[in-house]
């Protein structure tokens, strides 16, 4: 089945699932798994961008998609791609993290932040002051905080997806998206340089994050 639907969808890549092209893949085209890992290519990039440098933004990229490469067939519902790459995104992270701080003794990387560790994230995304502020308040936040808000607001994520990507229940997750926004309004307030800023920032942060999204910067792709 999956030769008899792989043309079309070739032909058409805007209308091919995630599932679909999952499924082609599986079934031993390589084309559809590029196609599926391309699709992805700017999202992860914005997902390790404001981690990381540039260089070693591309580096995990490149990680991230050998690991779904080598995973790709443990993945039980392949409608949820996109939580299962996010969720491999953050174990590598948190592995290159790992191997980086291991002789610090520092404590695990979902309790720290970017700003504890003094990593300097990629900063060509930002231009506007309000903007600037968000990104130092997530990277002020712990790990775990960052990147369900960032994968809530800026990747679409939905709950399930949320909860499938930390491995918890639905309903832990929505109080998890709800504890983590009110604590990033608060850094917000707590880094703005004067209330005004922190007022704009804080009041219309979802619009900052989604026109950030348009803003991610171009890298060559592999």
Same mark, same amino acid.
């Given at each position: 089945?999956?030769?008899?639907?792989?043309?079309?969808?070739?032909?058409? $890549?805007?209308?091919?699932?995630?599932?679909?092209?999952?499924?082609?893949?599986?079934?031993?085209?390589?084309?559809?798994?590029?196609? *599926?890992?391309?699709?992805?290519?700017?999202?992860?990039?914005?997902?390790?961008?404001?981690?990381?440098?540039?260089?070693?933004?591309?580096? %995990?990229?490149? $990680?991230?998609?050998?690991?779904?490469?080598?995973?790709?067939?443990?993945? +039980?519902?392949?409608?949820?791609?996109?939580?299962? *790459?996010?969720?491999?995104?953050?174990?590598?992270?948190?592995?290159?993290?790992?191997?980086?701080?291991?002789?610090?003794? +520092?404590?695990?990387?979902?309790?720290?932040?970017?700003?504890?560790?003094?990593?300097?994230?990629?900063?060509?995304?930002?231009?506007?002051?309000? $903007?600037?502020?968000?990104?130092?308040? %997530?990277?002020?936040?712990?790990?775990?905080? $960052?990147?369900?808000?960032? *994968?809530?607001?800026?990747?679409? %994520?939905?709950?399930?997806?949320?909860?499938? *990507?930390?491995?918890?229940?639905?309903?832990?997750?929505?109080?998890?998206?709800?504890?983590?926004?009110?604590?990033?309004?608060?850094?917000?307030?707590?880094?703005?340089?004067?209330?005004?800023?922190?007022?704009?920032?804080?009041?219309?942060?979802?619009?900052? %994050?989604?026109?950030?999204?348009?803003?991610?910067?171009?890298?060559?792709?592999?």
């Amino acid at each position: 089945m999956a030769g008899a639907i792989l043309p079309q969808m070739l032909r058409d $890549q805007a209308n091919a699932s995630d599932s679909e092209l999952l499924r082609c893949w599986r079934a031993g085209d390589h084309r559809a798994g590029n196609l *599926l890992l391309q699709r992805y290519w700017d999202s992860l990039f914005r997902f390790f961008c404001n981690k990381a440098d540039e260089q070693l933004a591309s580096d %995990l990229i490149q $990680q991230t998609m050998l690991a779904c490469v080598r995973g790709r067939d443990r993945l +039980r519902d392949d409608n949820k791609f996109a939580a299962y *790459l996010f969720r491999t995104a953050y174990n590598t992270f948190k592995q290159s993290m790992r191997m980086r701080y291991r002789d610090q003794g +520092r404590s695990p990387f979902a309790e720290q932040s970017i700003a504890s560790l003094g990593i300097t994230p990629n900063e060509r995304m930002t231009q506007k002051a309000e $903007q600037r502020l968000l990104l130092r308040a %997530l990277r002020n936040l712990v790990l775990d905080d $960052q990147v369900i808000l960032e *994968l809530y607001y800026w990747e679409n %994520l939905s709950r399930r997806e949320v909860a499938l *990507l930390l491995d918890i229940q639905d309903g832990a997750a929505a109080s998890r998206i709800r504890r983590a926004r009110e604590r990033l309004k608060k850094m917000i307030s707590r880094l703005a340089s004067d209330p005004e800023l922190g007022y704009r920032t804080t009041a219309n942060f979802e619009h900052w %994050l989604a026109d950030l999204r348009k803003k991610t910067p171009d890298i060559p792709r592999s």
